[in-house]
């Protein structure tokens, strides 16, 4: 199993994208966006709430928890029937805590688990959510700063994981993960 995390913005579907080309087999790949986004937009609706609040303790409690618990079941499901999967979401309560990191590696269906962080900066965060335009994007703009001190982009976590550098000025993409999928 690869968990491709980080910032939301940081470039995980990028990185996934890239390693997936790499890996055999190819594991099947769950990404939250893909997964849950009309979802989301219905959830947040029905509630009233914006469509761009994608983050905070709000949608943590009433939209994150189902989101996260849904990839899980499902990546365990399918790990369970002997085929390689991959979960892309910024995992940021998982993957910072490592209580939390092993019981849900666990829920997972155990190890082996690779964990592949895709660490960013408050600049480039900005430079890559205000340049794709997207409405689901605004709580994040809106409350830059908070939402950047939230996620800690440059923060490494402290659970065994692989670096890939996607901030501005980082060596390309494809030349850090060619380089991750040869060393695996």
């Not at 998982?94 to 092993?102: A, L, M, S, Y």
């Not at 908070?146 to 402290?158: I, K, S």
Request: hydrophobic residues 45%; glycine residues 12%.
């Amino acid at each position: 199993m690869w968990v491709v995390a980080g910032a939301p913005g940081a470039g995980k579907s990028t990185v996934a994208e890239l390693l997936l080309r790499r890996l055999e087999p190819v594991p099947a790949l769950l990404d939250k966006d893909t997964l849950f986004s009309g979802f989301v937009a219905e959830v947040l609706a029905a509630h009233g709430r914006s469509y761009g609040e994608r983050e905070g303790a709000w949608y943590d409690e009433h939209v994150k928890a189902h989101e996260y618990g849904g990839m899980t079941a499902a990546a365990a499901q399918i790990r369970a029937s002997g085929c390689p999967v991959m979960p892309v979401a910024p995992f940021t309560g998982q993957i910072r805590d490592p209580g939390r990191w092993r019981a849900w590696v666990g829920e997972l269906g155990g190890d082996p688990v690779r964990l592949v962080w895709v660490a960013s900066d408050g600049a480039t965060l900005r430079a890559r959510i205000g340049g794709r335009g997207r409405s689901r994007d605004t709580g994040k703009i809106d409350g830059f700063d908070a939402f950047v001190a939230r996620v800690r982009p440059d923060e490494p976590p402290p659970v065994e994981h692989i670096a890939i550098d996607n901030r501005l000025g980082a060596a390309p993409l494809s030349d850090q993960v060619a380089a991750l999928a040869g060393a695996v």
